[in-house]
């Protein structure tokens, strides 16, 4: 912490504050992330949320992991 926080010319504080911020955002992007693929938020809500592009790439890992259970089922 002390080499992020002389690198950035900041106190440690201000290292600390921004690291719970961004678990917290990180916490709740997964949240979101969560409620979405299990139906309980919109695709457009999850888009206002977390942006397009994020949204795609979600879609496409769940259907990337789809696949592997068929396949995996039909081994």
Known sequence: MRKIARHRGV??????????EKGLEE??????????LEGELS???AIDELGRETVRKVDTAAQYVEAD???GLDA
């Not at 106190?11 to 719970?20: G, L, N, P, T, Y």
């Not at 916490?27 to 979405?36: E, P």
Request: charged letters at 30%; zero cysteines; a negative charge.
């Open 69 to 71: 259970v068929e396949w």
């Open 43 to 45: 695709r457009e809500a």
């Open 11 to 20: 106190d440690e504080s201000q290292i600390i504050q921004r690291a719970v």
């Open 27 to 36: 916490l709740w992007r997964d949240i979101v992330i969560t409620q979405y």
